[in-house]
């Protein structure tokens, strides 16, 4: 039989405590760092800086389904966001809807709301992501930590900066 030491349970999917959810999903809705509450994420609507000011947190995670996850939630979030507005102009408005309106403000909406929502779905998905994978020390390198500079991993993916 084999002996397993405490090293040996890493905890990939570990839920932490649900106020630490609703703090990072705050934080996030708030344009901050989901893990340290800093500002600076954003180096303009469409584009993020690569490190966290604050705590130095990758803002795009390891993970070869990271990147497609957090587009696919963006698309998701601005799809469900044109729906709810959507039903609720109908059901406001009914029966007098004004279709000619909607034939032109349905398609134009439903193509700018996922830039819009660009940062928001970008720091959401970010903060689910560290309640299902909490950052450890190799995705952390600012100020806080510094002096105990991270192992390479050798992938050659992380920043040279
Ligand atoms: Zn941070």
Redesign the pocket.
Known sequence: MVQLSPEDFERPFAIGSSRRLIVMLGRALALR?P????RGLLRNWLHMHER?P????RVEREGSDYMAGSLMFNIVLAEMLFAAVFVAYLLITWPRSNWEMLEIAAPVGMAVAPFVLFPFSKLVWLAADLALRPADVRELRGREIRGREPRDDGSGSSSTR
Not at 35 to 38: D, E, I, L, Q, R
Not at 54 to 57: K, N, P
């Open positions: 760092c893990n340290c509450g800093s966290c604050g705590c130095g947190l």
